[in-house]
């Protein structure tokens, strides 16, 4: 399997897929939520795009987290994981 990139019919592990479907939403999370967009500019321009990623990627599993297991909205989420 290609670093990044899956062909038809390659096989992954419930993490790696976790992994994928986190990388996805940052995309759309970073257009519509502008705090967490400012948060992620920050760090980009410490430590690099990357990283900010990943930052943003960790932020967003403990919002879902969150969600699931308090059964609370996103906004009340990440009231509470401060941005």
């Keep these: ?15 790696q897929f976790g992994l994928l479907i986190l990388a ?5 999370v970073l257009r519509r939520d502008a705090r967490l967009r400012e948060w992620f500019k920050r760090i980009k321009r410490r430590r690099g795009a990357t990283i900010a990623r990943v930052a943003v990627m960790r932020k967003l599993a403990t919002i879902i987290w969150y969600m699931l ?3 609370m909205t996103y906004a009340e989420c ?6």
């Excluded at 996805?24 to 759309?28: A, E, G, M």
């Excluded at 990440?78 to 941005?83: E, I, L, P, T, Y």
């Design 69 to 71: 297991s308090k059964k």
């Design 24 to 28: 996805q939403l940052v995309y759309k």
């Design 78 to 83: 990440r009231a509470r994981v401060a941005a």
């Design 1 to 15: 399997m290609n670093q990044g990139s899956l062909a038809k019919g390659d096989v992954i592990n419930p993490a």
